[in-house]
């Protein structure tokens, strides 16, 4: 394996390491200490082994950093093992790890964060050696999504123009955001919560559906607005260890949420309507807070 730092004018090849080492430790490069939240000045790294390829570019304007893979399985490897030794090290029974996953509707939240934490629960017996191999280890990771904080429908009827209410529903305002600073601020304290669900086929929110343990050391909280900077939102996204954002093609994204509106049962011209009057209105604006975010995640199709 070959790891290469490359700008305009600078190229080094380094003797080879983990992608483990690079993606959740400090690897000790020459005057830079790599790592993810960290500088490169525009340079990129890339790993490269014989059946994979993860390639991490510095954005020059802001630290942060742009993961991509040649595959959606690479990605959730690659996002596993930067996880999985913060969850493995920690001996503070407390100790929450929380991840902010935001993105526009259709970029794939739900199933990435569902993925890495499935990886990091297997993977983290792997790293704590002391536990009895006999004993099935507790999971360590979990999702926490924000769909459970949606108001009810009943407080979009008491809304003063309902039927508008109902037809944003899912833009910023048709949340509460409060609530969920809340159920973090806990989270972050006491080190374990119950949270709301939400229940698709009656369109409300399920209470306390959701328990966040002592046990879960590494929690992903996926959601569209979590990396916005307006009121209450930005307060949310300061709780955030690590803040993670998920890049996908404006248009990509709309066809997904199209077909996903169909398969629930809405006729092709009522879809495209709330595509055009709701979804893309709201994904506009989440695409804007990529820019807040530490690790942006390039989406490849599954």
């Not at 409060?178 to 709301?196: D, M, N, W, Y």
């Not at 046990?215 to 900077?229: A, D, F, P, S, W």
């Not at 595509?275 to 820019?291: C, F, G, M, Q, V």
Request: hydrophobic share 40%.
């Amino acid at each position: 394996m070959v790891v290469s730092l490359s700008s305009a004018t600078t190229k080094a090849y380094l003797r080879p390491f983990s992608p483990e080492a690079l993606l959740l430790k400090r690897a000790k490069l020459p005057q830079w200490n790599i790592r993810i939240g960290q500088p490169l000045f525009g340079r990129t790294l890339s790993l490269s082994q014989k059946n994979n390829f993860v390639k991490v570019i510095c954005c020059q304007k802001k630290e942060n950093f742009v993961l991509e893979g040649r595959s959606i399985e690479e990605v959730y490897d690659a996002l596993a093992l930067r996880l999985v030794p913060t969850a493995a090290v920690t001996s503070d029974p407390n100790f929450k790890y929380i991840i902010g996953l935001a993105g526009p509707p259709g970029a794939g939240k739900t199933t990435l964060a569902s993925e890495v934490v499935q990886r990091v629960n297997k993977l983290w017996p792997q790293k704590a050696p002391s536990l009895d191999s006999q004993v099935n280890p507790p999971n360590v990771a979990a999702v926490l999504p924000m769909d459970g904080f949606h108001l009810y429908r009943s407080q979009l009827d008491a809304m003063e123009n309902p039927e508008e209410a109902h037809a944003r529903r899912g833009a910023p305002w048709t949340f509460n955001p409060e609530l969920l600073l809340t159920c973090l601020k806990t989270l972050r304290s006491q080190g374990s919560v119950s949270a709301p669900s939400f229940d698709h086929g009656v369109g409300d929110p399920v209470e306390d559906d959701i328990f966040v343990s002592l046990q879960h050391k590494v929690v992903i909280v996926e959601g569209n607005y979590l990396l916005l900077e307006d009121g209450t939102w930005k307060e949310i996204s300061s709780i955030f260890d690590e803040k993670w954002f998920i890049d996908i093609d404006l248009d990509k994204s709309m066809q997904r949420v199209l077909k996903r509106h169909i398969s629930t049962g809405k006729p092709p011209d009522v879809a495209k309507w709330r595509i055009e009057y709701n979804d893309r209105p709201n994904a506009e604006l989440i695409i804007k807070s990529k820019s807040n975010a530490d690790l942006v995640i390039k989406s490849v199709d599954l």
